[in-house]
DNA sequence: TTGTAAGCGTTATCAG
DNA sequence: CTGATAACGCTTACAA
């Protein structure tokens, strides 16, 4: 019976101390429930000399919830993830939560199936940081599905960007973003503007695009040149060797987020176009290569995002399902932006 | 008894197809244990209906192993680990394993804490991904024993770096690595070299400044100065500004990692110092960051690191608790280091 | 080939 | 204040 091989059981606990495991239970977990000192002193003895710690499956498995929190993000390398992530984990492990992060590649089924490994862990939550596919798919629809079932089994799902499902929201003003950036550089008298945007048919690429477009048109400039790109640092590269090929170079070019500003960038500086006196470049994020990189870019509260998020599911703040919370950005000028000179 | 919130047991699928929830259990994981086809096809068929799916936490209970994998990192920013978790989750997740990434901001009480959080949920292995403090402090011999219970409930334990618990491990060599950086910047015909550490006490660090000195020694060139650094991009520019307040700045630096570099890079360059025309700088590791900023640097293959490790956990080869896979380093020469020409 | 039943380690409900 | 005991959902001998 002793459990061969553990000497961790609460049972085991139970019988050193004397008392049934609903009392030894009731001292070793946050009950509410009365003891007597005198009895709880003993357990704690016992546990103590066990070396006992609680099975948190067993417990997962009768509270019908575990202690662990899913982060589900495009890409677990890019910063603007890490720093979300370390949101979400600092708050999640001060409130002795285990955060688990997953990397869905931007692919709406493989979000989809760490949702489910999350429900089948019971997990409190999920946070799907990353932006998603506009529209209704099949992917969209399963993953849709997979959402309601883990909400059925009282998961809290809460998404940092605009997404083709229901869900209470955390997130930024992706289009105010891009459009306060691409209006700072028109006040330093750029005409021509290129963009190299997002992924095609996510959300955020969308938003930030239509910021863009929208500051131009406002300022009665001809709309600029974009290229098509995902986020990646392999795509500023490649559409700055595309300008570079063209006959003259935009007077300044905006990368839909960091990673591809810094391609656009160091392309640009290898291949001996100065930045910024010849071209303006811009990104948006403020991650902390934007920072080691004296670039111009657009504060995204990445911490504060994934902290709040983790806070509402801990909080068990169910609310409204379409609730969105917008949290500021803000501009951040640095070094590779200035006024046109030529 | 058909649990009110869930039609989504084992027993609810049996119940439906007519059978015991032992053939049920039989037909929906992987069991070798045989079962008709016609029964087979009705459990699946009301599994399906149901939209089944196990509750993984009930499996782990009862095989006391779940199907989870830990990676305890030193910094999740840190791209030197966010890539060392890439190959950790590619290989966990083909095999249908979840990866809990634990960030112990290089504290040992905090690596002992996590350890023992995933030993709780019966994790089948946990990688330590960071170096730690050499020698037998108190949070050590703790460490130490977290370790001893967790191999007691048979976890696997693999450390990515020298650390002072036995482990199997698979690691790179850090001063080869640092020698080899050393030696190419002597070979440029620099003689006054820097060095900007790791945290001390670290065995990575450690390493690495013992690389620096043999490499120097060798040479007969007089050991250069070292700056305390903690891996951080701060300790870089930290020491960056030192160094630019002394009389003379040494020919070349070396930056203990990646990050490091390149705080010191873009503090010299920031203070209108050229590189490499008037110092040098590399830094360990290769991370995206270096390649980003064509900082010369010595390759680590962190993908492998992770992946390894990752193979050996699922394979469950527990071998020699004290086997050590060494694999291999490359200097990547870029644009931040150059002969010496004043 | 199928079923029965004994756990796995907790929590929670009810009686004392 | 304390103790039985029934779940929780699943796996696995052992029987049939």
């Known amino acids: 019976m002793s459990s061969a091989s553990g000497?961790?059981?609460?049972?085991?606990?139970?019988?050193?101390?004397?008392?049934?495991?609903?009392?030894?239970?009731?001292?070793?977990?946050g009950s509410?429930?009365?003891?007597?000192?005198?009895?709880?002193?003993?357990?704690?003895?016992?546990?103590?000399?066990?070396?006992?710690?609680?099975?948190?499956?067993?417990?997962?498995?009768?509270?019908?919830?575990?202690?662990?929190?899913?982060?589900?993000?495009?890409?677990?390398?890019?910063?603007?993830?890490?720093e979300i992530t370390r949101g979400v984990e600092d708050v999640a492990g001060r409130a002795g939560y285990l955060t688990i992060v997953c990397n869905a590649d931007r692919r709406t089924s493989a979000e989809r199936q760490y949702l489910d490994v999350l429900r089948d862990y019971r997990a409190v939550g999920a946070i799907f940081a990353g932006s998603?596919?506009?529209?209704?798919?099949?992917?969209?629809?399963?993953?849709?599905?997979?959402?309601?079932?883990?909400?059925?089994?009282?998961?809290?799902?809460?998404?940092?960007?605009?997404?083709?499902f229901p869900a209470q929201r955390v997130t930024v003003d992706n289009r105010g973003a891009s459009y306060d950036l691409t209006d700072y550089l028109l006040s330093l008298g750029h005409r021509r503007i290129a963009f190299v945007s997002g992924p095609t048919g996510f959300y955020t690429s969308f938003e930030r695009l239509e910021g863009f477009n929208a500051a131009l048109e406002r300022s009665g400039v001809e709309p600029g040149p974009v290229y098509d790109g995902d986020f990646s640092y392999e795509a500023g590269q490649a559409a700055a060797v595309r300008m570079l090929a063209e006959r003259r170079l935009p007077d300044a070019i905006i990368g839909a987020n960091d990673e591809t500003a810094i391609g656009v960038l160091t392309s640009l500086r290898q291949a001996g176009a100065e930045v910024p006196d010849a071209v303006s470049v811009g990104g948006i994020g403020n991650t902390r290569l934007a920072h080691f990189l004296d670039l111009t870019t657009v504060s995204v509260p990445t911490y504060e995002l994934g902290a709040i998020a983790a806070r509402r599911i801990l909080g068990g703040e169910t609310g409204e399902v379409d609730a969105v919370t917008i949290l500021p950005h803000r501009l951040v000028t640095r070094a590779t932006t200035s006024r046109r000179t030529q």
Chains 1, 2 share one sequence.
Do not use: C, W
């Open 7 to 29: 000497r961790g059981s609460l049972a085991d606990v139970s019988r050193l101390a004397g008392v049934s495991v609903a009392t030894a239970s009731r001292v070793l977990n």
């Open 132 to 164: 998603g596919a506009v529209g209704e798919d099949e992917e969209g629809r399963e993953l849709l599905r997979s959402i309601d079932r883990a909400r059925d089994q009282g998961m809290n799902v809460i998404a940092l960007a605009t997404r083709s």
């Open 32 to 82: 509410t429930h009365p003891v007597a000192a005198a009895t709880r002193e003993r357990v704690l003895a016992a546990a103590r000399e066990l070396g006992y710690s609680p099975s948190a499956l067993a417990q997962a498995l009768v509270t019908k919830r575990s202690r662990i929190i899913g982060v589900i993000v495009g890409d677990v390398v890019d910063p603007y993830f890490a």
